[in-house]
Nanobody, 124 residues
Framework: QAQLVDSGGGLVQPGGSLRLSCAAS????????LAWFRQAPGKEREGVAC????????DYLASVKGRFTISRDNTKNEVYLLMNALKPEDTGIYYC?????????????????WGQGTQVTVSS
């Protein structure tokens, strides 16, 4: 059964960093585009970052550009999100997702397989 498992969330002070990881099991990520989404309390889910199956194209939500970096390691069947200079407005549950397509987007309806989510809280 295809499954994604998110990890790496936690409580961090403003200006701090976190690295989220997402491990796939039951399928290989080689042919999938991958993305990270987040959902804050009372808000709709939004796409944060995505990367295509070749790893040579990425896209980011405007508010995280220059602070977040998405990457993938197909040998480990994993995808990562490095988050620097975190702000309180980055707080939310973060989900990784996979789409069997060479084109990566920040549209959640494109994605077929989802992780269970990991909580990120940015607070002093």
């Amino acid at each position: 059964q295809a499954q994604l498992v998110d990890s790496g969330g936690g409580l961090v002070q403003p200006g701090g960093s976190l690295r989220l990881s997402c491990a796939a099991s039951g399928f290989t990520l080689d042919y999938y585009s991958l993305a990270w989404f987040r959902q804050a309390p009372g808000k709709e889910r939004e796409g944060v970052a995505c990367i295509n199956n070749g790893g040579d194209h990425t896209d980011y939500l405007a508010s995280v550009k220059g602070r977040f970096t998405i990457s993938r390691d197909n040998t480990k069947n994993e995808v990562y999100l490095l988050m620097n200079a975190l702000k309180p407005e980055d707080t939310g549950i973060y989900y990784c997702a996979a789409d069997l397509s060479p084109i990566a987007t920040l549209m959640d309806y494109e994605y077929d397989v989802w992780g269970q989510g990991t909580q990120v809280t940015v607070s002093s």
